[in-house]
């Protein structure tokens, strides 16, 4: 059987598509997120917009590692965002041993368990280890 070039990468995206997707993205049922895949409604992290986390600027998030991390939400940035999207990113400050790239589970007082993709930003001035998070909201198109 010969497949054309056109066959060929079709068939190559569509895969890497589907690879990059975890597969529980299809196993609940909810929302239309990006892509038409389907958000999971018990992640809280769903609803949470910028103005949530901006009321919760200088409190405790704790990041469940190895050891809890008690971090503290010190700023809450716009980025560029599509239109009728939203896109901020989050800056928590805490601990002294950096904690790799990863996703973890974060917990707070009033906002619950939730999971957070973070990234290490080195230290601060005092040694505290600085993580940023991005949240990129695209709106589903119907």
């Excluded at 597969?23 to 999971?40: E, M, S």
């Excluded at 919760?56 to 239109?83: E, G, K, R, W, Y």
């Excluded at 906002?111 to 040694?127: E, H, I, M, R, S």
């Amino acid at each position: 059987m010969t497949r054309s070039r056109r066959q060929f990468l079709q068939t190559g995206t569509l895969a890497a598509m589907f690879a990059a997707v975890p597969l529980k993205a299809f196993a609940k049922h909810g929302r239309v997120g990006f892509l038409g895949l389907l958000d999971d409604p018990d992640d809280p992290l769903a609803y949470y917009s910028k103005a949530t986390f901006v009321a919760n600027v200088n409190s405790v998030f704790q990041i469940q590692a190895a050891s809890a991390v008690d971090t503290t939400l010190v700023s809450v940035t716009d980025m560029p965002a599509p239109s009728g999207g939203e896109c901020f990113s989050l800056l928590l400050v805490g601990g002294s041993t950096a904690l790799p790239q990863n996703t973890y589970a974060v917990v707070h007082s009033a906002l619950g368990t939730f999971q957070l993709f973070l990234v290490p930003a080195g230290a601060d001035n005092n040694g505290a280890q600085q993580y940023r998070a991005t949240i990129n909201r695209l709106t589903a198109v119907p």
